[in-house]
């Protein structure tokens, strides 16, 4: 379950991270403006990669999870319904959910394998990397097929999808 949860992360963070620059030009905004989104973007993700563990931590791993990756796949869809200066506060929101999964993801394997936490860490984020990397390469392919804003209605798709396999995640214990 991991696996798909990450996945559907790495289209999401992968594709906004990536292609985001590309949708706004495309959409008729300027390169400043494309960079200024993306470092928009990315300055949420820090504040939400911060909060992220620490609010699992409060409220449960699966549940921060459930709703992070909920308000994400509801936000790229408001995002690429939106125009304008409207876009800015969703991207503040998408950068948050988004990339505030990452801690989560690591407290969670890092809690199913005490023992070996090291190596549990390490094939996680070889797992992300790759996964990241393939959800890359997929939604550029449909994006040169399909357009840009396909792209990013297929990761928001592929999101939603994943979301029941939050529930099968292993429940946290205490080590």
């Known amino acids: 379950p991991l696996s798909g949860v990450v996945l559907a992360r790495a289209f999401l963070a992968g ?31 820090v504040v939400g990669a911060f909060a992220g563990g620490t609010l699992s931590d409060r409220f449960g791993r699966r549940r ?23 876009q800015f506060p969703l991207l503040l929101v998408l950068g948050f959910s988004v990339l505030s999964t990452m801690p989560i993801f690591m407290a969670i394997m890092q809690e199913s394998f005490p023992e070996n936490r090291a190596l549990a860490t390490g094939v996680f984020l070889a797992l992300s990397f790759i996964l990241r990397s393939g959800a890359v390469v997929l939604l550029g392919a449909v994006a040169d097929g399909y357009g840009m804003r396909t792209a990013f209605v297929i990761s928001g798709i592929v999101s939603v999808a994943a979301l029941p396999l939050i529930f099968l995640l292993p429940q946290r214990r205490d080590t």
């Open 15 to 45: 594709g906004l991270s990536t292609y985001l620059p590309v949708l706004i030009t495309q959409q008729g905004g300027s390169l400043w403006l494309a960079g200024a989104s993306l470092t928009l973007f990315e300055a949420a993700g």
């Open 64 to 86: 921060v999870l459930f709703l992070t990756m909920l308000v994400a796949s509801v936000f790229i869809f408001a995002f690429l319904s939106a125009s304008g200066w409207l």
